[in-house]
């Protein structure tokens, strides 16, 4: 696949853009002339650094309100042409795009509009440029691709073809059949954009929500299948117009354009005959979480120890050559590690005690890693002592680690190999915790769309609708990301400001990353109870809640009792009945929760309120230190 992307889609000024364009791997540029009027040079500078950069020019635009001018503004509208193509010589580009005409003068018409492009084809021609007519879905007479391709085979001019968009043709959901049908060489560039589904105005729609293939909800892998389907071998360029992407970070949209483009190439290569798309190992399948390591120091690890044995873990083994303790409980494994040395001691140093490391359990955890890499994934690697193991890691959230581990080569076997037992030094038989549920990561809102890519191309994942989570001071959104078998189930929650309790955590800790851990219990009831006795303070829910909880759901009052007493909160899906059970808060709001579902397939969303505002009474008042309390 040829890549691409318009300038319209980053943030910044034009040099920066290129920049960021360039170093995301793209090999082409559309120019927006807004960006190219806004920077003070001429075209001639703004090739030279696309061409310094390596990227190809695919593309000046727009060109508006063309076709079909009554005869009175018809050679106006033919003289600015004629400027455009001045300028698209000095860029070094050979491609205008012309949409379809939105004025109210346009007279509509199709053979006059044919008319108008074999005229505007001989002038280009001249010159040695293309012109790529493409419908808008909010065009005056023109709204329809099928239309739009009338129009260019009417005007049968080798200089004129058509421009595709999916964002256009999907918005409007028209045939993306029609496609198949279009000899390839009349297709002259195909852009691409998703959309999360939102029932307004098409215009507005398109100028403000559009997102990279992938982000949305819109079938742009169905539309590139049957771009790819007539054997198109041209460009696939992202054009994206997204209020958040123009305030976001240039290089990180950029990168997400890459990736989105890749990741797409690759779903269309798997299903139909294509040359697009470069072969890499399919979606990971994730069989669990290996397990999740936190970074502290000698200190804060004694805290942090006492709250895992109050949970029923015990120490099972200790590193070889690292500081670093192994807990267990069921299959779930956490890592307790102080070392001062490598990246651990360098996670610690930034953000404090942090689950900053993740493993999962893949298939084959060199093939997963290979994709992960062709999808623009940034690997790590450190130096280990001889004889222990290299996990495949990449960098995830804020910066953290994602190791790769399988049970075919030895890396399954890394507690064994990296570790040396230990005698059970606790008395605990256990809490009854099976498994991870769920592992919540914190972002900012306007990273969850980068990470949503990320988890959902690299490994077989599906994402979950968006929900709102109000907390007490502003809105939290909150997102799955989860696979079929739910042996891996992430929640991201984006905040906004920093007086939500994700947000305040964002800030207090120097950057997203894993807030909560969730583990699995057959038995809530019975955990609890032992939990109690272990010494564990669950999170103390509001009793309002109970009396609401109940009258919601219709509970027996003794089940209400027995969840009051417990502190135990309950929800209830079409599939069944979750219950939840908080620890408190430890460090800058990190905490543990226990769940158990009787088929329930949620996260507790509607209890989320309720646990933020109980964990937010817990916490220390902002800008109190922390010894004040
Ligand atoms: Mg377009
Ligand atoms: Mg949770």
New binding site residues.
């Given amino acids: 696949m040829k890549t691409s992307i ?1 300038t319209v889609t980053l943030s910044g000024e034009l040099p920066d853009k290129l920049d960021a364009i360039a170093q995301a791997g793209f090999e082409g540029v559309e120019i927006f002339e807004n960006d190219f009027l806004a920077f003070d040079g001429s075209p001639a500078d703004v090739g030279k650094m696309a061409s310094d950069l390596g990227l190809a020019i695919t593309l000046f ?2 060109f508006r309100d063309f076709e079909g001018m009554p005869d009175a503004l018809r050679s106006r509208t033919f003289d600015r042409a004629e400027r455009k193509f001045d300028v698209m010589q000095e860029l070094g580009t050979d491609m205008v ?1 012309v ?1 379809s005409n939105v004025s109210q003068a346009a007279l509509g018409g199709i053979d006059r509009a044919a008319a108008d492009f074999h005229e505007l084809g001989e002038r280009a021609a001249r010159r040695g440029l293309k012109v790529g007519y ?1 419908a ?1 879905a909010w065009g005056r007479y023109v709204n329809d691709h099928r239309d739009a391709w009338e129009i260019v085979r009417r005007a049968d001019h080798p200089s004129v073809g058509l ?1 595709l ?1 999916s ?2 043709s999907l918005a409007r959901k028209i045939d993306i059949n029609s496609i198949r049908s279009i000899p390839k060489e009349k297709i002259f560039i195909v ?1 691409l ?1 998703d959309a999360p589904l939102i029932d307004m105005d098409l215009l507005y729609w398109s100028r403000h929500f559009r997102n990279m293939p992938g982000e949305g909800d819109l079938p742009v892998t169905e539309f590139a299948a049957a771009v790819a389907s007539t054997g198109y071998d041209g460009y696939f360029s992202l ?1 994206i117009f997204n209020d958040q992407f123009r305030g976001g970070s240039t290089r990180a949209i950029a990168a997400d354009g890459h990736r989105s483009l890749i990741y797409l190439a690759d779903q269309v290569r798997s299903n139909v005959e294509t040359a697009i798309g470069v072969p890499m190992p399919s979606r990971a399948v994730v069989k669990g979480v290996g397990f999740v390591e936190f970074a502290t120091d000698e200190d804060e690890a004694a805290e942090l120890v006492a709250l895992l044995k109050a949970l029923g873990f015990r120490k099972a083994a200790v590193h070889r050559s690292k500081n670093v303790s192994l807990f267990k409980q069921g299959e779930i494994r956490i890592l307790v590690n102080v070392d001062t040395a490598g990246f651990a001691g360098a996670a610690y140093a930034v953000h404090g005690t942090s689950a900053y490391a993740l493993a999962l359990v893949v298939d084959d955890a060199n093939e997963a890693y290979r994709r992960a890499l062709a999808l623009d994934a940034e690997p790590f690697r450190q130096p280990v002592a001889d004889g222990e193991l290299q996990f495949p890691a990449i960098r995830g959230v804020g910066g953290g680690l994602i190791y790769l581990i399988d049970d075919k080569s030895p890396l399954g076997r890394f507690s064994e190999i990296d570790f040396e037992g230990v005698a059970d030094d606790s008395d605990s038989a256990g809490a009854g915790l099976l498994r991870f549920d769920h592992i919540a990561q914190t972002v900012a809102y306007d990273e969850m769309l980068t990470w949503l890519l990320f988890y959902t191309s690299i490994f077989e994942t599906r994402k979950t609708p968006m929900v709102d989570i109000i907390d007490p001071s502003g809105v939290v959104r909150s997102q799955a990301i989860e696979n079929e078998t739910g042996t891996l189930r992430l929640t991201m929650n984006g905040a906004e400001n920093r007086r939500t309790l994700a947000g305040h955590f964002i800030a207090e800790t120097f950057g997203s990353g894993i807030q909560h851990l969730a583990f699995s219990t057959n038995d809530i009831f019975a955990t609890s109870k032992i939990l109690r006795k272990q010494g564990f303070k669950p999170l103390h829910i509001s009793q309002n809640y109970y009396d609401d909880v109940e009258a919601r759901f219709g509970l027996d009052p003794d089940l209400t009792e027995r969840l009051k007493a417990e502190n135990i909160l309950y929800d209830r899906d079409e599939h069944g009945e979750y219950f939840q059970l908080y620890s408190g808060t430890h460090g800058e709001g990190f905490f543990f929760e226990i769940v158990e579902r009787r088929g329930y397939r949620g996260y507790g969303a509607p209890n989320a309120i309720f646990r933020i505002a109980a964990l937010k009474r817990q916490m220390r008042p902002e800008g109190v230190p922390k010894d004040a309390v």
């Fill in positions: 318009a635009q727009p795009l949409c493409e808008l421009i968009d964002f256009h852009q954009a054009e």
